[in-house]
């Protein structure tokens, strides 16, 4: 069946390092997106791409979508305390009724 | 707050128990979900709403589960003959209504189920 798969599952980073998650699906998407979930909360949305080869930046944050539109990558460049969380990739499947989602890149800000 | 709402947030039961949680959607959207969320792992979709006519339930969904919209509005998921594999956080979605593809979904803060 169809299916999203993200990497890695966690990262360690030191504050004011980069971050960067990757997301790949077994078929073509007609679009993805991209949420947050903090620690003990609930799925945030950040950004949705519809184009082959679409880039978007949020301040610190950069979205990529494949030409091929069957991969993804969030980047984060100086990572704060405030980019704790896990970060989901999500694509509709063929039934364009739901979407199927990554099992997400924990983000960890090192002490 | 005009955000989702979910009833209640903790649940715990006994195995083999019935429970029943609630959802209320922002008032403006006619697109409902169910996801169930388990530790290290993204939303695994249940069901979807329109208005109030369920379009799409999972495959994967035992008959234990089910779900209703009756007006549109608010839904109701009800867990009969509840397992300890039932235990997880259940999250309720809704979004706009777009054209042609999915649009941003909101989550309300969910029901976290814990069967003994």
């Known amino acids: 069946g169809q299916q999203v798969m993200q990497i890695p599952q966690y990262q360690h980073v030191q504050e004011g390092e980069d971050f960067t998650t990757y997301c790949n699906s077994s078929t073509t998407l007609s679009n993805i997106q991209w949420y947050k979930q903090r620690p003990g909360g609930h799925p945030v949305f950040l950004i949705q791409?519809?184009?082959s080869g679409e880039v978007k930046k949020q301040k610190r944050l950069t979205f990529q979508f494949g030409e091929a539109k069957k991969n993804s990558s969030l980047h984060i460049t100086a990572t704060q305390t405030t980019d704790v969380g896990t970060y989901f990739c999500a694509g509709p499947a063929d039934s364009n009724y739901q979407l199927i989602w990554g099992a997400g890149t924990k983000l960890i800000i090192k002490p | 707050d005009t955000g989702v709402s979910q009833d209640p947030r903790h649940k715990i039961t006994k195995r083999g128990q019935n429970v029943t949680f609630r959802c209320d959607p922002i008032?403006?959207?006619?697109?409902l979900y169910w996801y169930r969320q388990t530790l290290g792992q993204g939303p695994e979709f249940l069901t979807y709403?329109?208005?109030?006519?369920?379009?799409?339930k999972s495959r994967l969904l035992s008959d234990r589960f089910s779900a209703e919209r009756p007006k549109g509005s608010f839904s109701t998921l009800e867990i009969q003959r509840t397992e300890q594999g039932d235990s997880a956080m259940y999250l309720c979605a809704s979004s706009f209504p777009t054209s042609g593809r999915l649009g941003e979904q909101f989550f309300g803060p969910g029901t976290r189920l814990t069967v003994l």
């Open positions: 008032s403006e959207h006619n697109r």
């Open positions: 791409l519809v184009k």
């Open positions: 709403f329109q208005n109030e006519a369920q379009l799409e």
